[in-house]
């Protein structure tokens, strides 16, 4: 199948800091492309879905300005989270959707805010 | 997209076939089947989907009712490895970048056993 690769896969900040995770196809281009998010013992919630070269669509409860979503071109997507709080710690997963219909998903990234 | 329900968690022992059922009884004639797996701490790998007819692969047969109100994802020889969370998601295909959404519930956690 394809290959979704996501960038840190593990990161640590502290409380007040943003940070950027970055998500890439890396063997198709993707026009669409999303990003959930994973608290223990619970399953993925979708937060947004990107297609490129245009504005994120939220999802409902899920902060645009604290959740910033940039695609910019058919193999990048980046989630940057704002002034993070202990509250954003979670397991980020994005996920890029082929022109073929199927949607493949990165590894994952641990967030941890101090 | 139509819900789903999966059994919370199911065994199966080594070398057995697992079958694992989910309901969708909301579904409506666009939509597929998808089935998603996610070992801990990784992101969700696909497994299979279908629409109506069964379908197989490397992986796993998808058994669908002819009413298509469930279905049934068979691991026709379970190992340690298949050991994780199991996801049936119906999501309607209508084609272009407006497709549906891919939205987790809960799941079913199916352990493999030596």
């Known amino acids: 199948g394809a290959v979704v690769s996501q960038h840190p896969s593990r990161v640590i900040c502290k409380s007040g800091t943003s940070v950027k995770i970055e998500c890439r196809s890396l063997?198709?281009?993707?026009?669409?492309m999303f990003w959930y998010r994973q608290f223990p013992k619970q399953s993925l919630m979708l937060m947004a879905t990107s297609n490129e070269g245009s504005k994120a669509t939220y999802e409902q409860g899920v902060e645009k300005d604290k959740f910033l979503i940039n695609h910019a071109s058919l193999t990048l997507s980046t989630l940057t989270v704002t002034s993070a709080h202990p509250e954003d710690s979670s397991f980020y997963i994005c996920?890029?959707?082929?022109?073929?219909?199927?949607?493949?998903f990165g590894p994952g990234t641990r967030l941890t805010v101090l | 997209d139509a819900k789903t329900t999966q059994p919370p968690s199911m065994d199966c022992a080594e070398g057995r076939a697992a079958n694992l059922p989910c309901n969708h009884s909301t579904i409506s004639g666009n939509e597929y089947v998808y089935w998603y797996r996610q070992i801990h701490s990784q992101g969700p790998q696909y497994i299979i989907h279908g629409l109506k007819n069964n379908e197989t692969n490397e992986m796993a047969s998808l058994i669908i009712t002819e009413d298509r109100k469930s279905s049934t994802l068979i691991l026709p020889h379970a190992t340690l490895r298949d050991t994780a969370v199991y996801y049936c998601?119906?999501?309607?295909?209508?084609?272009?970048?407006?497709?549906?959404?891919?939205?987790f519930g809960q799941g079913t956690i199916l352990t493999v056993h030596p």
């Open positions: 996920s890029a959707r082929t022109s073929g219909r199927h949607q493949f």
């Open positions: 063997d198709f281009q993707a026009t669409t």
């Open positions: 998601i119906v999501r309607g295909d209508a084609g272009g970048t407006s497709y549906g959404k891919l939205t």
